[in-house]
């Protein structure tokens, strides 16, 4: 219930054991009733804010965005604040679990420069029976912007993600549970020269899934994703590219 204002310029959660990973969302243009759900149905593309897949995690933004203003991530007075919770149950009993995310925010009198997450999707990913080393990739025009991180969020079919610029490999990873983070800092931030972002997940389904077609979607056990994510400045909120259709569609 913030009625101003707030400048977050760290986040740290905790997941305890069973929690896969956790994504933050802020106000997706509709906001229920106090003591109601909403399955957000019809309230327009989801952005995050933060997200984690280890069990503690600590995300302190850059104190100078080359001219002497720290970054700060904007809470606008009344956001509304989703969470996204996947769990596994390898036991044989009920398992108690919970996430915690805690914010911590600059003086409101703080000069400041804005950032927020970027992050890539595709609605339409299909990965044949059997697939192995099956490679598929994007390529969306970005935006004049720095970033002083980037990662990648993929399911177990996934042996590689890649994120490009132009021929410049920006990030790889081999660990779709615990994938690599990039991170830069004054006065090394990146900014793509393509410009454009290249992404691309290689998969096997030669798993409990090889079977079927695995497509895109939010079960970590029978769907896949493939997603370039990271933190973008200056910013104007969180900021996403959806390739839909054969069309690349970048959102704020």
């Known amino acids: 219930p913030n009625t101003a204002e707030v400048l977050v310029n760290k986040w740290v959660s905790d997941m305890t054991p069973g929690s896969h990973h956790m994504i933050a969302f802020s106000n997706l243009t509709t906001q229920p009733a106090d003591g109601t759900l909403d399955n957000c149905e019809g309230a327009g593309t989801p952005l995050p804010i933060y997200g984690a897949q280890v069990p503690h995690y600590e995300l302190d933004f850059p104190a100078d965005d080359g001219f002497g203003k720290p970054l700060a991530q904007l809470i606008e007075p009344n956001m509304a604040g989703y969470f996204q919770m996947h769990y596994l149950n390898t036991t044989d009993g009920e398992l108690p679990v919970h996430v915690s995310l805690s914010a911590y925010g600059l003086s409101a009198t703080t000069e400041y420069t804005r950032t927020d997450l ?135």
């Open 118 to 252: 970027f992050a890539t999707y595709n609605n339409h990913r299909s990965i044949p029976p059997g697939a192995p080393n099956y490679k598929v990739s994007e390529t969306c025009e970005i935006f004049d912007k720095k970033f002083w991180q980037m990662s990648s969020h993929s399911h177990k079919q996934s042996i590689e993600t890649d994120s490009v610029d132009g021929t410049n490999a920006v990030l790889t990873s081999s660990d779709w549970e615990h994938p690599e983070v990039e991170r830069w800092d004054n006065p090394t931030y990146y900014q793509f020269q393509a410009p454009a972002i290249t992404w691309s997940c290689t998969y096997n389904n030669t798993g409990d899934n090889a079977s079927r077609t695995v497509t895109s979607g939010q079960s970590a056990q029978t769907n896949e994703m493939c997603m370039a994510t990271g933190y973008y400045f200056p910013a104007v909120g969180p900021r996403g590219c959806i390739m839909d259709g054969g069309q690349c569609q970048c959102i704020l």
